[in-house]
């Protein structure tokens, strides 16, 4: 048709969007020797040492951990667990006073106890998933306040000898802060011996750790040989 004009489509190459390169962010924690002088970097898993903060979880896990630490023994006896007579301490009328029976009743000194606490279970259950969240997030937490180290396993060799832990920490400057040290397997070796007078540093097999011990410490140290415990116990669910 004349004065019509002819619609053509144009093909427009555009030009191919450049892929972003993922760069694989490794976390990282310094390793330490018996001199206090850094050997290098030491790569943690991000599963455990990465993850979200969530205050309300590590609240919750809190009170739950603190309400199964509570015996609840207490208890009191009521007037039939006195131990007691049980006669009449006086007669029935004539006397002008009130009508008692036997003297274990609770108005009189050294009687049953009337609404008295007695022995009960303060024990709160908790997701195992929610307790092992807790777990990453108080580590992350830790990590990310930069207070968590590595220590060779040069350490688990040395002499028991507190002095040598002492002047370390003290060369760190760690030697008034409360410290938890994470081992491999728990047990009694030259290692633990030597730090059984230090009243504000606690030995804790890194497979029974929880996450209120972590955040109630200022610095956490990880044995070298530890990790890998770490990854095998805890991360093998997330696989």
């Known amino acids: 048709m004349p004065g019509q004009v002819s619609k053509t489509k144009t093909n427009i190459e555009k030009p191919k969007s450049e892929k972003k390169s993922k760069t694989k962010v490794e976390l990282t924690i310094p390793l330490y020797d018996m001199n206090g002088i850094k050997k290098s970097d030491l790569e943690v898993p991000k599963e455990a040492f990465n993850e979200k903060e969530n205050p309300n979880l590590l609240a919750q896990y809190v009170r739950v951990y603190l309400s199964n630490q509570r015996t609840g ?135 029974s750790v929880n996450a209120y011990e972590i955040l109630q410490c200022k610095k956490i140290f990880i044995i070298e040989s530890a990790l890998p415990v770490l990854e095998k116990h805890f991360l093998k669910h997330e696989n």
């Open 73 to 207: 023994t207490a208890s009191t006896k009521t007037r039939s667990e006195v131990k007691g007579s049980t006669r009449k301490i006086y007669k029935q009328k004539g006397t002008g006073r009130a009508r008692h029976g036997d003297i274990k009743a609770p108005v009189f000194v050294g009687g049953g106890i009337t609404g008295g606490p007695k022995p009960r279970n303060y024990s709160l259950k908790m997701n195992k998933k929610q307790i092992r969240k807790a777990l990453y997030i108080a580590f992350s937490q830790q990590f990310k306040n930069k207070n968590i180290v590595a220590l060779a396993d040069e350490f688990l060799g040395m002499q028991a000898k507190t002095k040598l832990i002492a002047d370390f920490l003290k060369k760190m400057q760690f030697d008034r802060l409360s410290i938890l040290i994470l081992v491999a397997k728990g047990g009694r070796n030259n290692f633990t011996l030597a730090l059984r007078n230090l009243p504000l540093v606690i030995v804790k097999d890194i497979m």
